[in-house]
């Protein structure tokens, strides 16, 4: 693994949020409420990255506990992954949001706010370690792989990533977002596939 991970710096989960939580690297830490690090165990050989902290990630603190959280939650259950098992992150650290009266709408980070933010996840990474990490959207899949990759042409495929190996996958926002409940029950079922990929490609590596 490259100098990239290197975590010599911060030798726990805890130490690595604590130096999250004075980052000022992208203007996003001016308006969130906190900073949100990823969660799970040290010794986790499963990552999950998705794309940014939403509304109640960004009042509790705590990465995919929200909706699409809700949704995340389910389809581990149904491939038989233990969420408490695995380290959950995002690509980027801070709520991305614009104000319309009380209401905070989320907005999409911008490439630069995902490079910047590409620091914490690869100090994760290095702490980490893991066999493999799941890019679930476009934001995350640059975070993890450096580059934009299309979605569609590159899911549920293990591939050589810096420093391990990764694969692709939705948001599960993606499934909220849907209207169409023929196009809901395919997409998920796609996502649940996507799932069972990384689990049984982790019992055979």
Same mark, same amino acid.
């Given at each position: 693994?490259?100098?990239?991970?290197a975590a010599a710096d911060y030798p726990s989960l805890a130490a690595l949020?604590? +130096? =999250?939580? +004075? $980052?000022?690297? $992208?203007?996003?830490?001016r308006d969130a409420t906190r900073?949100?690090?990823? =969660?799970? @165990?040290r010794d986790a050989t499963?990552?999950?990255v998705g794309e940014q902290p939403g509304e109640e990630e960004d009042r509790t603190g705590r990465p995919f506990v929200g909706p699409a959280g809700r949704v995340f939650d389910a389809a581990l259950a149904r491939v038989g992954i233990a969420r408490d098992q695995v380290f959950v992150t995002n690509a980027v650290k801070h709520f991305k949001f614009i104000r319309r009266g009380r209401r905070?709408?989320?907005?999409? @980070?911008?490439v630069s706010e995902i490079d910047h933010c590409r620091w914490w996840l690869d100090l994760e990474r290095g702490l980490l370690r893991p066999r493999l990490v799941v890019a679930m959207g476009a934001t995350a899949a640059r975070g993890v792989f450096r580059r934009q990759l299309a979605i569609a042409a590159t899911r549920g495929t293990v591939r050589a990533v810096e420093g391990g190996h990764g694969l692709v996958t939705i948001h599960p926002s993606y499934l909220l977002r849907l209207d169409d409940d023929a196009a809901k029950r395919r997409e998920w079922n796609a996502f649940l596939d996507d799932l069972a990929v990384a689990r049984d490609w982790l019992a055979g590596a």
């Open positions: 693994m490259s100098d990239l991970f949020a604590a +130096a =999250e939580a +004075a $980052c000022t690297r $992208c203007p996003l830490y900073v949100v690090p990823g =969660e799970g @165990p499963l990552m999950f905070r709408i989320h907005q999409k @980070p911008a």
